[in-house]
């Protein structure tokens, strides 16, 4: 089956989900956007008001902003794929309740594998904590963590940068550091591939890489 078979089936499962109470206040669901090849997906926490309105992802404000670091960061909103842990609003902008990230979850996961990204930025503590349970935002912003072989990246949301004007700079600094990041893990899937290759040649064996690391 194709991705974009498996990707059109997800979002019209999305599009029809009840599971949960967001179904009988929403107006559309968000199942989320981008290339199904995208190497760096963004995760925020759940659709506002003009997503609800229009079934797309980070179109209000806070989407703007987003499109605006994207190209600080040499990124292109149609070169990212975009969604969110919840894929229907809240009433009234509410945070997420546990049991409708439960209920949502398989949704998030299935567009995980599907699109298999290297990177994954999560904006926003709902999104940050299913990587980092427990933790604080403001102490691993910006840190990059391997995780299951992709990088995680932790950032504040771009509404927290609407509203409060001192996290503006820190999540443009944040947003600046990606192209780094990106070449870095490029560079050691080289190294990694030029080692296996080396090891399949001369029959030797290759060191393995630890599970999760944090890159300072
Ligand atoms: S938020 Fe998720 S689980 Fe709840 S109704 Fe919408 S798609 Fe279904």
């Given at each position: 089956m194709s991705r974009e078979t498996v990707a059109d089936s997800l979002y019209a499962r999305v599009r029809e989900?009840?599971?949960?109470?967001l179904a009988r206040t929403r107006t559309h669901a968000v199942p989320g956007e981008g290339?199904?090849?995208?190497?760096v997906m963004f995760i925020g926490e759940a659709p506002g008001m003009n997503e609800d309105r229009q079934g797309r992802p980070f179109v209000g404000q806070a989407g703007q902003l987003l499109n605006e670091l994207l190209a600080s960061a040499g990124l292109t909103r149609e070169g990212v794929y975009i969604c969110n842990v919840l894929k229907c609003r809240p009433p009234n902008n509410r945070d997420p309740l546990p049991g409708e990230i439960d209920a949502c979850r398989d949704y998030l996961d299935e567009q995980i594998a599907l699109i298999d990204p290297r990177l994954i930025v999560t904006l926003g503590r709902f999104s940050m904590a299913r990587w980092f349970?427990?933790?604080?935002i403001s102490r691993i912003h910006g840190k990059v963590r391997e995780i299951d072989g992709r990088m995680v990246v932790p950032m504040y949301h771009p509404a927290a940068a609407l509203h409060q004007q001192s996290l503006r700079e820190t999540i443009i600094h944040d947003f600046e550091a990606l192209p780094a990041i990106l070449e870095h893990w490029r560079a050691e899937r080289a190294s990694a591939a030029a080692a296996e290759a080396f090891a399949s040649a001369t029959g030797t064996i290759g060191a393995t890489s630890s599970q999760m690391r944090l890159f300072e």
């Open positions: 989900c009840d599971l949960c109470p290339p199904l090849t995208a190497e349970p427990g933790q604080s």
